[in-house]
């Protein structure tokens, strides 16, 4: 987390003093690209244990943190989670309910360019750490099977829109941002399948699971320093 603080400090040195900068906080879904080894594991224990747990198919989301837009710059830290937990349809089962989750909790450093002056398009570059969780249930507690550090990076594309509540104040943005999530390293998720499914025998990177996904997010900045009137910004 350190290191995120220095390179966002650099950044923010980097960027044009014309500058406004925000707090933003948001939310969005992800859909994943392919999830076949984790709704394997799921899908096994169905057909073993006779429930109906859904597949992984997509995850919602939130964000919050700074962004500082400048001339032809964007500088954004920000925190967000993502994940999902599906549960057991069984109807009236409810001594033995069943639910498979995972989470990802990171820390994100994007930057961005503008290629028009006088309106709030980005195209830009996001780098993220944190913590990736799987988990599990089985009528009881919650077992964690992974518990690691991961590393990500994200291409995205946006535009927002200024909203004035009032004359001679700053604007808020509305934002609305399309991206790609890239996992660097997979996670093993052999520990799921051997405590889920009790499957003897199974080796260490025998079930490698990318949580790539492709996804939207929808934005609320708000305005805290910086030039009142930017003359660039029209809308």
Do not use: C
């Not at 996670?187 to 399948?193: Q, T």
């Not at 030039?227 to 029209?234: A, H, K, L, P, R």
Request: hydrophobic residues 40%; proline residues 4%; without cysteine.
């Amino acid at each position: 987390m350190r290191h995120f603080l220095v390179a966002f400090t650099l950044l923010i040195g980097i960027a044009s003093l014309n500058a406004q900068n925000y707090i933003l906080g948001g939310g969005g879904i992800g859909f994943h690209n392919s999830m076949e080894v984790l709704n394997g594991v799921v899908d096994r224990f169905n057909e073993d244990f006779e429930h109906e747990i859904p597949s992984f198919k997509f995850a919602p989301g939130y964000e919050l943190g700074f962004a500082r837009y400048s001339r032809y710059t964007l500088v954004e830290l920000k925190w967000v989670g993502e994940g999902r937990r599906n549960n057991s349809k069984v109807p009236g089962n409810f001594i033995e309910n069943a639910s498979v989750a995972w989470r990802y909790h990171y820390a994100n450093i994007s930057v961005g360019y503008r290629p028009f002056e006088k309106r709030y398009f980005t195209v830009g570059l996001g780098l993220n750490l944190g913590q990736l969780v799987t988990r599990y249930s089985f009528g009881g507690d919650f077992d964690i099977t992974n518990k690691i550090h991961s590393l990500s990076s994200e291409l995205f594309v946006d535009y927002a829109i200024k909203v004035r509540w009032r004359r001679n104040k700053r604007p808020y943005l509305i934002r609305l941002r399309p991206f790609y999530q890239f996992f660097y390293f997979p996670v093993d998720l052999k520990n799921l399948e051997t405590n889920m499914n009790a499957t003897p025998d199974v080796q260490f990177n025998e079930l490698l699971q990318r949580f790539n996904n492709t996804g939207i997010r929808l934005s609320l900045l708000i305005p805290i320093t910086g030039e009142v009137n930017m003359e660039y910004t029209t809308w």
